[in-house]
């Protein structure tokens, strides 16, 4: 095995092993409190199979994730990663589910959404604001250079920073913001929540997330726009997982 490839699943390592593992629903209620009361601007990142396809090749990236403040484990694949590597998976804190439960969090305070685009920003935007009467301070489209987030969370000082535009993009701005906001504030890369929260997107239904299947859920949804992530994606992810693996066995 080359040098190279041994420094990417060093650092993938390191970013797995700093996920935060939560066991039960009593320690996701504790984290959510947390998480409403930080102590200076702070990223929650979610790592899903993608993200360790994308981390393995995306030196910033990989650098953006282990900036992260909290890591959360997100879908099945990566409970078979961690169930490879020995440890115990935890709950599945996808950001589909989480997010929302975040935002209700934040009641009567300053929250900005910042990403996809309009219909489905302004539509999860109204829905927010009637589920969890949050203070919608700022929205904006997840397709302008990242300067416009970060002098617009600059103005308006949002309490909590919902990013939904993708990786690497999300995750990127929230490193900048980070870098840059003085304020207490937890940013979120949400990935696709604003489309679920629009209904843009239709999830998975509920029998289907409890069989670990959402993600061909969604391949059968967005099939043009989604095979390669999901169909070569999760067989090049299982391939790192075994190395991993393996190079954890004969450590």
């Given at each position: 095995?080359?040098?190279?490839?041994?420094?990417?699943?060093?650092?993938?390592?390191?970013?797995?092993?700093?996920l935060?593992?939560?066991?039960?629903?009593?320690?996701e209620?504790?984290?959510?409190?947390?998480?409403?009361?930080?102590?200076?601007p702070?990223?929650?990142?979610f790592?899903?199979?993608?993200?360790?396809?994308?981390?393995w090749?995306?030196?910033?990236f990989?650098?953006?994730?282990?900036?992260?403040?909290?890591?959360?484990?997100?879908?099945v694949?990566?409970?078979?990663?961690?169930?490879?590597?020995?440890?115990?998976?935890g709950?599945?804190?996808?950001?589909?589910?989480l997010?929302?439960?975040?935002?209700?969090?934040?009641?009567?305070?300053?929250?900005?959404?910042?990403?996809?685009?309009?219909?489905?920003?302004?539509?999860?935007?109204?829905?927010?604001?009637a589920d969890?009467?949050?203070?919608?301070?700022?929205?904006?489209?997840?397709?302008?250079?990242?300067?416009?987030?970060?002098?617009?969370?600059?103005r308006?000082?949002?309490?909590l920073?919902?990013?939904?535009?993708g990786?690497?993009?999300?995750?990127?701005?929230?490193?900048l913001?980070?870098?840059?906001?003085?304020?207490?504030c937890?940013?979120?890369?949400?990935?696709?929540?604003?489309?679920f929260?629009?209904?843009?997107?239709?999830?998975?239904?509920?029998?289907?997330?409890?069989?670990?299947?959402?993600?061909?859920?969604?391949?059968?949804?967005?099939?043009t726009?989604l095979?390669?992530?999901?169909?070569?994606?999760?067989?090049?992810?299982?391939?790192?997982?075994?190395?991993?693996?393996?190079?954890?066995l004969?450590?």
């Open positions: 095995m080359t040098e190279r490839a041994n420094e990417k699943m060093s650092a993938i390592e390191a970013i797995l092993d700093r935060v593992l939560v066991e039960n629903p009593q320690e209620s504790r984290l959510l409190d947390q998480l409403a009361h930080p102590q200076g702070r990223v929650v990142s790592i899903n199979a993608h993200a360790v396809n994308m981390a090749k995306d030196l910033s990989r650098h953006h994730l282990w900036n992260s403040d909290v890591l959360l484990r997100d879908g694949g990566m409970k078979v990663c961690l169930a490879a590597l020995k440890k115990e998976p709950l599945n804190l996808n950001g589909t589910d997010v929302p439960k975040i935002v209700a969090r934040y009641k009567h305070r300053k929250v900005a959404l910042f990403g996809t685009r309009d219909p489905s920003l302004s539509e999860a935007g109204d829905r927010f604001v969890y009467q949050i203070q919608l301070v700022s929205k904006l489209d997840g397709f302008l250079p990242d300067r416009a987030y970060l002098e617009n969370a600059l308006h000082q949002p309490d920073i919902v990013l939904a535009m990786m690497p993009k999300q995750e990127r701005v929230a490193h913001l980070k870098e840059n906001l003085q304020h207490r937890i940013i979120v890369n949400g990935g696709a929540i604003l489309d929260a629009s209904q843009r997107i239709v999830r998975a239904p509920l029998f289907v997330r409890r069989c670990g299947m959402e993600w061909l859920w969604r391949l059968l949804s967005e099939p726009r095979w390669k992530r999901y169909l070569i994606g999760n067989v090049s992810f299982l391939g790192k997982v075994a190395l991993l693996a393996a190079r954890r004969f450590a």
